[in-house]
């Protein structure tokens, strides 16, 4: 008799929990019979990606103007412009591929996406070089990173959502921070040896064509 009872507490705890879970998914948006309509999603994971997306803008934003600032005639440095409008494109591109997973779900999104303040350079004292740019990116890539751990953390029950925030997002974030890092790293070595400003000039020069051929 007791092993029946704590069998029955046991399934009624299992039964409890499941419908715990499925309160946290949102299954009969449009209606009940409505079609199309939407597989079950979690709207707090949903409307952490849609508030995203406009992080990635934000970043696509601050890329492509740095880059055109070193196109600009009186900067001049191919390489980093490169660089950095390939960048642009690579975070336009993630914002895409959000929107995409958002449709794959069926999901729909009715927020505008704007140019935000957070897209601006600041540009230190010392103006347009190389090295503020790189750090101004990975100072940018460290907060898009974060905050796209939220989103996997905020996706906790939405299993598929959490996965494709982790990877591929989070792998590429994580690969794109090494990118940068190690680039400035080589720069700042390349910049160490000369001793006179002329000399560090001609390190930024030869580290732009680096970056042109692809070499870092
Ligand atoms: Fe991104």
Redesign the pocket.
Known sequence: MMIRLLVFGMLLQVLGGNSQADDTFTCTAGGEGSFPKPSCYDPVCTSAIVSHIQH?FD?AFKYMYMGAKFGQYTTARPGITKFLLESAS??RS?AIQMLDYLNTRGITYTKPYNFSQRSVWRIANDGVTIENALKEAIEMEID?TNRIKEVVKTCGNDFHAADVFTNP?LD??HN?LRKLQGALRTLQVMKATPINAAGRAMAEYFFDLKLLSGEV
Do not use: D, R
Request: proline share 0%; net charge negative; hydrophobic share 30%.
């Open positions: 990635e970043a690579e975070e993630h898009v997002i590429e974030q794109g």
